[in-house]
């Protein structure tokens, strides 16, 4: 609550956010208390959450549940990695219902083996298209977010990756091909990003 309100490390510069909170499978006690804290200060603040799901598909779920319990505002609540975690369309559209935003922000990351968890065959971005696809088809397009998470040097352009245009250049594009509209994109890049970024 300090370093929103008034500045984090003894500077003046304030968070925006609270998170990304990363959580394990299955959560630890001290993940829960932290799960648990989140919301409370989400409550007093009215600020935007973000969530690094453990890898298992059930950890969304347990993670949403704790929030809830502790009276965290699940539509300014955002779940990350949805693409290596929730991989079944049932689960997909099951947990959609709960209402937070649903992240698919792992855009030019295309693994045969995923080191995290060797059981997951992480999706390729065709194949995420296909999953933003069916859910801006089913309603969610109010609730959709889009990212690359880039945090190591060789996914920047300049050591041969995709670099941060990636989304721009590539995956816009093939959207537009694979039939999302432009109306829909439009939430999905600027309008669903501003709205969870917001203060209530």
Known sequence: IHEILHGADGTSIKCGVIGEIGCSWPLTESERKVLQATAHAQTQLGCPVIIHPGRNPSAPFQIIRVLQEAGGDISKTVMSHLDRTLINKKELLEFAQLGCYLEYDLFGTELLHYQFNPDTD??????RIRR????????????????????????????????????????????????????????ILIENPKQWLTFK
């Open 132 to 187: 933003v696809r069916l859910l801006v088809d089913e309603g969610y397009e109010d609730r959709i977010l889009m990212a690359h998470d880039i945090h190591t040097k060789h996914r920047l352009m300049k050591y041969g990756g995709h670099g941060y245009a990636h989304i721009l250049t590539n995956i816009v594009p093939k959207m537009l091909l694979r039939g999302i509209t432009e109306n829909a994109l439009h939430k």
């Open 122 to 127: 992480m999706p390729n971005d065709n194949k």
